[in-house]
């Protein structure tokens, strides 16, 4: 744990509260358990990351859709019983003393869970933007054409993540699963923080 974290944990709930309405969260495609980071910008300055996440046992492709710099939803497929989203995740990081601020998938499968991950991208992105308590995201309005290219685009590239994780000899090899996906560089992920 880094030395902020450290100091954000001591911190007495009511603090940790304020600071979560003014201070960014840490990037999560920066950590190490992130890898294969592919992004959508819809607009400037709302992009949906697509990229693969690693935790302790649990495995699989997950999507962050970030606008103005805060992660708005982010959507983790981990496989039977851990399938899971957030929403707004900065304003109920103070949340997490009467339990992970979650809400789980029903849905068992990496496939299902890819699914169900597109259908919250298409019909209830628009309620998380709406709920944000930042002004300017609630302002952010998206049309039925970006939603459906949102998750078209998370679709195929968290398909393609599963079956190059099924398909060892693939990534071996060091080929692209997806030609045509946009990969995140690191001038991709510095633009999308610059928001």
Request: proline fraction near 5%.
């Amino acid at each position: 744990m880094s030395g902020l974290a450290r100091l954000r944990a001591l911190a007495p709930v009511p603090l940790r509260q304020l600071a979560s309405r003014v201070l960014p969260l840490p990037s999560r495609l920066q950590r190490q358990s992130v890898s294969d980071v592919r992004s959508l910008a819809l607009q400037p300055c709302v992009w949906l990351h697509v990229y693969w996440l690693t935790l302790e046992a649990q495995a699989g492709p997950s999507a962050s859709f970030i606008v103005l710099g805060d992660e708005v939803m982010r959507l983790d497929c981990l496989g039977a019983g851990n399938g899971h989203m957030h929403l707004n995740l900065r304003q109920v990081r103070g949340y997490r003393e009467g339990g992970a601020a979650r809400l789980y998938f029903r849905e068992q499968t990496w496939n299902g869970q890819i699914e169900r991950a597109c259908f919250e991208l298409e019909n209830n992105l628009p309620y998380a933007l709406a709920t944000n308590r930042a002004r300017n995201i609630r302002a952010t309005r998206l049309t039925a054409a970006e939603l459906g290219r949102a998750a078209a685009f998370a679709r195929v590239e968290m398909l393609s993540l599963v079956d190059a994780r099924r398909q060892p000899d693939a990534t071996s090899a060091g080929a692209n699963p997806v030609q045509q996906s946009t990969t995140a560089t690191d001038d991709t992920l510095q633009q999308a923080n610059r928001c």
